[in-house]
């Protein structure tokens, strides 16, 4: 049912759902938009529309050929909405979730666009906050790039700061994707460019892997593996990619390239990457204490279901996933970040091991009880037997100061 969105827009249908509200295929006096309309308690949220108009300014004037453009922004009644172009085609989470893992050229190329996108943006002083799969959008309509990467544009500028408001998160509360915060975040420090810088290289890896650095499992433990752990190494890739990589994983903002940097450094390398295929990698595995439940089984009972999904700006999106948007979590106390495991981060799951959470994982666990409960009672029956025949030697022997006699 098509809704008027302010005096100049139509919202016709919609196109996915997400934490912080519902994009739909609108209208508007020069054609076809995207309207993110915000949910119905933050509308109401007079401060925070107090700062969406503030931001309106810096939204708008965020203009570049990798970023989805910001039309307007619509304050109406029980609306807020952004009115944004509308980008034919799909999202980087759709595609991924599709063939896995890319190819480290497309991956690069993909991932330099969004680079510059992130050069403007900070050059305007806009952080972006909340850089992920589902916030890249792929431009179908467009030309061909290296590796046939279609050119990608970064979307969701300002929701994130937008959300985050004093009245809405303390000093102990944290917003983003767990998998894309970067460490100065979980301790609680104020968000800077670096921020993006350590969120896309995790998009980068996840490109290339198919699995974040140190995603998976409770929300805390991986928190935690962000301040503690170290990333770990990507068989097959050239090492000058790599170290581009771990330089931005660093947890040091100041380690971290700028996005311009960024960006010229991974154009560098698609010479060397062209024609190269997929990574062969498996995902990690978890350790019991970092999941909370075990993963929904498939309905045919086979490997768990991802439930990862997008909300795009575009037709044929799918609802949102476990991974919200605009998470509020705690900041984890010091002596909780201390009290993590340090060193490398998990290492690849061996091929065809069962993955953490299946059913195939839980019988495994439930034949290594079993078999440690018998190996249990075996020893205690060696221990027992093993004391009767020591007492019964015992037995045999005279006592101390007295002397055996035998037969004749």
Known sequence: MARKIGSRYTANQILGRGSAGTVWLG??????????????????????????VQERTALLGLEHPHIV?????????????????????TDLRTRLERERRLAPEAAVAIVADVADALAAAHAAGVVHRDVKPENVLLDMQGPLGPGGSHPALLTDFGVAKLIDSPKRTRATKIIGTPDYLAPE??????????????????????????????????????LRRHVTETVVPLPGIPEELWQLLVQCLAKAPASRLRASELAARLREQLPILAGMPPLDVDEPGLAEEDTDEPAPAAP?????????????????????????????????????????????????????????????HRAAVRRRRVTLGVAGV??????????????????????PGTHSTSAP
Not at 74 to 84: E, H, R
Not at 197 to 208: D, F, G, K, N, P
Request: aromatic fraction near 4%; charge should be negative; avoid cysteine.
């Open 27 to 52: 209208e508007g006096p020069d054609g076809p938009v995207a309207v993110k309309l915000l949910r119905e308690d933050l509308a109401s949220d007079q401060e925070l529309v107090g700062r969406f």
């Open 185 to 222: 975040i979980v301790e609680g420090l104020p968000p800077r460019a670096a921020v993006d810088i350590y969120a896309l290289a995790t998009v980068l890896y996840e490109l290339l892997a198919g699995f974040t650095p140190f995603g998976g499992g409770h929300p805390g433990a991986v």
């Open 378 to 399: 075996v020893v205690a029956a060696v221990v027992a037997v093993g004391a009767w025949f020591a007492s019964s030697d015992g037995d045999d022997q005279p006592a």
């Open 300 to 360: 045919s009972g086979g490997e768990p279901v991802r439930r990862r999904g997008a909300v795009s700006l575009v037709p044929g999106a799918r609802p949102d996933s476990n991974r919200d948007t605009h998470t509020s979590m705690r900041v984890p106390a010091p002596d909780e970040l201390a009290g993590g495991a340090h060193g490398t981060a998990r290492a690849p799951r061996p091929t065809g091991a069962p993955r953490p959470g299946s059913a195939r």
């Open 69 to 89: 453009t910001v039309r307007d922004l619509v304050v109406d009644g029980n609306d807020l909405a952004l009115v944004m172009d509308l980008v034919r085609g």
